[in-house]
Every structure is written in C-alpha cells, then in structure tokens.
C-alpha cells in the first residue's frame, strides 16, 4: 500500500503537500513501517512550535516490540500535532495514512520535498529489503 498522492523517505516516513507556496506538510509513518513495528502502544511527538531538521529524530513511537525513533523528512516549524494520538496511538496501526498522521510541519525550504521519493520508489526500496 503506497499511495501515489504521497512523498516517501529511506526511513518510511510519508510527506502530504497540498501544494501552494504556504500550505504546511503532514507527516507520517508508513503502512510498511506501522506493520514492521507492531501494535503501538505510545506516540512521543515534538510540541507546536519545535523547529525539525531534515533526517533528524523529532519523535517517538513505543510498540510491543521495540522503540523508534519518527525523523522529520523536511526542516522546518511544526504547526499541528495529533493529540489524539495521546490516548489512541493504536491510529498509527490502523489508518497510517489517514487518522494515524503525527504532524504538521511549514517547510524552512520547499525545494527539499523534491529529495523525496515518489511511491514507486519507495515501493521499489521497500521490496529489496
């Protein structure tokens, strides 16, 4: 499951742009990386107003499994952060793409969301792993 309206990093994070010189990104994990952590039990995300670095860990997600961190695709300010996640992080398993988002960031720079991959890429990255 890689929807062709997203934009995908190594580290299986997806990126939604609305497009527009002003509009904020969303981000979340993968279909692929909820699946290979598990049921998530807990969702650590960076508060309104943190400033990300690009490839750098602002987050993160506590399974049965194990502990990752979530990196921030773009550099940037976050703006939104899903709260409901607080109590119902088991939205990452469920619906990634959708309800599971983690945040919303207003790129420092746009041109570094043409860095990132488009679904068949990852795809194609995902199936030699």
């Not at 190594?10 to 699946?35: C, F, K, L, M, N």
């Not at 490839?55 to 939104?80: M, Q, R, Y």
């Not at 570094?112 to 792993?129: G, H, R």
């Amino acid at each position: 499951m890689f929807p062709d309206d997203l934009s995908y990093t190594s580290d299986h994070e997806w990126v939604r742009d609305p497009g527009g010189a002003d509009s904020t990104v969303r981000i979340g994990i993968t279909d692929y990386a909820q699946g290979a952590l598990g049921d998530i039990v807990y969702v650590s995300l960076p508060e309104v107003g943190t400033d990300v670095e690009a490839g750098a860990a602002c987050g993160e997600l506590e399974s049965t499994k194990s502990v990752s961190d979530l990196f921030s695709p773009i550099k940037g300010t976050v703006v939104a952060r899903n709260d409901a996640l607080d109590d119902r992080p088991e939205l990452v398993n469920s619906d990634p793409y959708g309800d599971g988002w983690m945040i919303e960031v207003r790129p420092a720079d746009r041109t570094e969301l043409d860095n990132l991959l488009d679904a068949d890429a990852y795809q194609a990255q995902v199936e030699q792993s």
